[in-house]
């Protein structure tokens, strides 16, 4: 069905509008492409709110901290010097996908924000492995209103000075909050009885006093654990102190729980910046294409939605003004327009380096790895060479022990695949966050804690590292030790907060 | 199917609470920052707010991350002309890289941001308070105000209100053509299906009358009429003026013109807290008064004697040309080092106790010392006499007495509080 007459001409919204773009946005993604979404929830704000919700790390509630209110005040004043427009639009990983337009947009890039966020990153939370795993995207806006509730009665209980330390605390160790593997459940009491007594009737009915005449080996015979030690190293740092710290009341730990819930919902965005920016451009992209094709949209529309598209996509040299690292929409959507490519028009390049996906369907193949990706290992799987050279990428070599820096390697056929495995790696969380683990817990003797921290490739804390640790002191309730060991577990250095 | 919700006119400030959170936190750096802003900046422009800047160590949330040295590899885009195996200088500051901060505002060691100006008033007078006599006063009413208060179905033809009018008319309309109207309609369903079985008559005549009636109906009548009300309320005054005035003679140096200036500046705001407007009247004098602009006042140099007594006489004049005590608030402000000589000082008591009192709400006697020894000047002790809860005086020699001094005039304070 071939429309000729555009939805609407000029700069203009209104619900009507918005309703029937949305609904022709929808036909397109959800019929032509097969995305699959949460049912939508379009917010219609107006600038100030977009600051609030920018504030608020993009939850619409949060408990109230000063640090939000600091986040707010930057925002303004960025906004205020028009040093910074506002991003179009804030998407909530919920369900429903909450998305917030805001009304000064005009109606292209309002159709921009519907394409870009409530189909493509509403996909994107639905379909990638991280989402799925990490986060109830049904339950989090709930959590949040008890969070909010629970945090203002403990203030009115505990006062906000007690409630607000507490916060700061956390919040210094908000990144060693996250669990990155699933445990199994723990048992609860009665569980954990009824196990026992069924291994008990088990040992009962299997009892043959033979056994009991084999001789012990000495050495099995003392297997208690050394004082001071932990199972196993826990690197959930914040989980340890809510289970485990001795002198937190039940206020606390719930504080403690509240901030490792967020650390937790954040940890899959943290490590999908690339992709999830990548996916929801690629779409607003494509399906803003198909609209114009079909006739949906006038050429006025298309141009307005091109000049947004662009500067969003801007990539600028290291060397140039206005640098700020790599841009996660630049370098994401270029792959994901790559792997189309690839599928599409592969060359002899091509069909070297991706034999599995050259020359294939390319839905099926971008699907796939909008799924089961993050950040460092879709890059390390799909950076082309070709994207190697686009971008004229290159790696710098910064060693201790050279007064000089290094190029390490560059765009050509000897550096691809260094270039690849060494941005992978600057996306690697394991990379950019310092080593530290809860190593040990002097239970019986004086309480105090051990912390581990695995020095990788001689790169040091940095000077807050002593404030942190104050912190984490405090919330331990006795002494911390941090413990410097090597790469190979040789211990380098003891110090001792308390 | 996508839910379309229009949110805007949810709470706009969510984020209000955080601010002010942010703000408790930081208050004695930001009031320090507050208190600095003074020195620079000219009275008129004190009152619109400004940027606060707090140095950025202070404010910052520690985290746990890589500092410096170490081994490390990065992978930047836009390569022009670097082969593998190229060395280059480390550039100075130990290796910054990796995305280079975080854009904390425009400033690596400072924080900056705008206070506005109710917030910046709220800092700097943090729990000041016009004496409560003072206030009372202000409440007083003296003039009156129209305001809007509804519609009334009598008034003048320019009040008419006409899309109330039109309503009225379209109810009036309506409720008074139904009845005949319903009839007539009943009529006319008789008469079609009378025409189908063609037996029967048609009663003309009450037709006739009905649509008749129907006409009847003015389009628009006398009691239709709306007009908007306006009613007159009682208008609490809102404008206050401030005299500054000084003594320029010779021995009134650029330090001690600075302790006053400063003291106007932090009087002036104080007022415009209070009033929505607030004038200046600039009255120097030697041996004897002129009204002059701003800038002449501080600056300017003139020579002569002293006599107190011209600028009192220049300040009731113009207060009589153009302040009205029943419609401004007057507020006054006199710095002197306190020499005069002869009988002015006596002369000038009896005038500002007989004259000028009655008139002002406050009136402000600051004496600025500058580095002499404590005693006290001649104007001094004979305004001590003074006996009016309208006036104080005090005596600051140095910047940092300034402020102090000030709140200690307008400290509220219930036992200052003459019944």
Redesign the interface.
């Known amino acids: 069905m071939k429309h000729t007459e555009p939805l609407s001409k000029g700069p203009d919204w209104n ?1 009507e509008l ?2 029937r773009y ?1 609904q022709a946005i ?1 036909e397109v993604a959800v019929g032509e492409f097969g995305l699959d979404c949460y ?8 600038s ?2 977009m ?2 919700a920018y ?2 790390v993009g939850l619409p509630i949060s408990y ?7 986040q ?3 925002q ?3 906004y ?2 028009g ?1 910074q427009g506002l991003a179009y639009e804030i998407v909530i990983n919920s369900d ?1 996908c909450i998305a ?1 337009l805001m ?1 000064e947009n005009s109606m292209p890039l309002q159709g921009l924000v519907i394409a870009h966020a ?1 189909y493509g990153h509403n996909s994107f939370f639905k379909g990638n492995y991280l989402f799925r795993q990490w986060t109830s995207a049904d339950s989090i806006i709930d959590y949040m209103v008890f969070a909010r509730n629970y945090v203002s009665r403990c203030e009115e209980r505990y006062g ?1 000075q007690a409630v ?1 330390d507490m916060f ?1 605390a956390c ?6 909050g996250v669990s990155r593997y699933h445990r199994p459940r723990q048992l609860s009491i009665t569980e954990e009885l009824a196990r026992q007594r069924e291994r008990a009737e088990y040992d009962r009915l299997r009892h043959d006093e033979i056994w009991s005449t084999l001789p012990v080996n000495p050495a099995d015979q003392n297997q208690q654990m050394p004082a001071g030690s932990v199972e196993e190293p826990q690197e959930n740092i914040l989980y340890f102190l809510e289970k485990f710290s001795p002198k937190l009341s039940g206020w606390q730990r719930e504080i403690i729980r509240i901030v490792r819930k967020m650390g937790q919902y954040f940890y899959p965005q943290g490590q999908t910046q690339v992709m999830n920016e990548g996916w929801a451009t690629f779409w607003h992209y494509t399906i803003l294409n198909r609209l114009y094709d079909k006739g949906l949209v006038d050429d006025s529309f298309m141009i307005e939605v091109l000049a947004s598209h662009t500067n969003v996509i801007m ?6 003004r206005g ?4 841009n996660p929409y630049a370098l994401g959507f270029a792959m994901f327009m790559d792997i189309r490519r690839i599928c599409e028009e592969p060359t002899d390049e091509d069909r070297h380096w991706f034999p599995d996906i050259a020359g294939t369907p390319w839905l099926p193949a971008l699907d796939f790895a909008m799924r089961n990706y993050k950040d460092e290992s879709f890059i390390r799987q799909y950076l082309s060479p070709k994207l190697i050279r686009d ?10 022990d050279n ?10 056929e ?2 691809y695949q260094r ?1 690849r495995r ?2 992978s ?2 996306y690697n969380r394991d990379g ?3 080593d ?1 683990q809860v190593s040990g817990f002097d239970q019986d003797g004086d309480r105090s804690l051990t912390i581990q921290h695995r ?11 002593d ?2 640790l104050g ?1 984490l002191q405090r919330l331990w309730g006795f002494d911390v030790k941090l413990e410097t060991i090597d790469d190979s577990g040789v211990t380098l250095s003891d110090k001792l907060y308390s | 199917m996508s839910i379309i919700i229009d949110r805007r006119l949810n709470d706009r400030n969510k984020n209000a609470a955080n601010r002010a959170r942010f703000m408790r936190r930081y208050k004695a750096q930001i009031k320090r920052a507050v208190s600095d802003m003074v020195a620079e900046r000219s009275i008129e422009k004190m009152r619109g707010g400004g940027d606060v800047k707090l140095p950025a160590r202070d404010v910052s949330e520690p985290k746990l991350r890589h500092g410096t040295g170490g081994d490390r590899e990065m992978v930047l885009p836009g390569n022009r002309e670097f082969n593998a195996g190229d060395r280059l200088k480390r550039p100075p500051g130990g290796g910054e890289g990796e995305g280079g901060g975080e854009g904390g505002g425009d400033g690596e060691d400072s924080f900056t941001f705008t206070l506005s100006r109710e917030e910046f008033m709220n800092l700097f007078f943090d729990d000041l308070e016009l004496p409560h006599l003072v206030r009372n006063q202000v409440g007083d009413i003296k003039e009156l105000r129209p305001q809007r208060a509804g519609f009334t179905s009598q008034g003048s033809p320019t009040n008419l209100s006409v899309v109330r009018t039109m309503r009225q008319a379209l109810g009036r309309r309506i409720a008074l053509r139904s009845a005949a109207q319903r009839r007539l309609d009943e009529i006319e369903a008789l008469q079609e299906e009378n025409e189908q079985t063609d037996d029967g008559w048609i009663d003309d005549a009450e037709v006739q009358l009905l649509r008749q009636r129907i006409k009847r109906v003015p389009f628009l009548d006398d009691i239709d009429l709306r007009f908007r009300n306006r009613v007159m309320v009682p208008k609490p005054m809102s404008q206050a003026v401030m005299f500054c005035l000084m003594d320029v003679s010779a021995s009134m140096d650029e330090h001690r013109k600075d302790l006053a200036k400063r003291f106007y500046t932090l009087l002036h705001l104080f007022l415009s807290r209070k009033y929505e407007r607030v004038d200046i009247v600039f009255i120097r004098h030697t041996d004897d008064a002129d009204e002059v602009d701003e800038q002449t006042f501080f600056n300017d140099r003139k020579t002569g004697g002293t006599v107190v007594l011209s600028a009192l006489e220049l300040m009731r004049e113009v207060i009589a040309d153009r302040y009205a005590p029943d419609q401004w608030n007057i507020y006054a402000a006199q710095a002197s080092d306190g020499d005069a000589f002869g009988a002015d000082p006596e002369r000038s008591r009896g005038f500002l106790e007989e004259q000028l009192l009655p008139l002002v709400r406050y009136y402000a006697y600051i004496e600025v010392n500058g580095f002499e020894p404590v005693r006290r000047s001649t104007l001094a002790s004979t305004y001590q006499r003074i006996e009016n809860s309208h006036f104080v005086m005090a005596s600051v020699r140095e910047h940092r007495d300034i402020y102090p001094v000030f709140r200690e005039l307008f400290t509220a304070d219930p036992a200052r509080v003459v019944p």
Do not use: M
């Not at chain 1, 990539?315 to 140039?320: L, M």
């Open positions: 619900f918005i309703d949305d929808r049912p939508n929830q379009i917010e219609i704000i107006a100030e709110q600051l609030d504030a608020s109230p901290h000063w640090s939000f209110g600091k707010f005040i930057i303004q004043e960025a205020r010097k040093a429903p917030y009304e409530c906000i607000e700061d919040h210094t160790l908000r990144d060693y990539q600028r040299g290291f060397d140039e640098y700020g690292g790599l971008f004229h990428l290159f790696a710098i070599a910064d060693y201790e007064a000089y820096l290094e190029v390490d390697s560059i765009h050509n000897a550096g270039v060494l941005l790696d600057q950019q966050l310092p530290l020095i990788h490739r001689y790169r040091p804390l940095s000077d807050e590292a404030t942190v912190h």
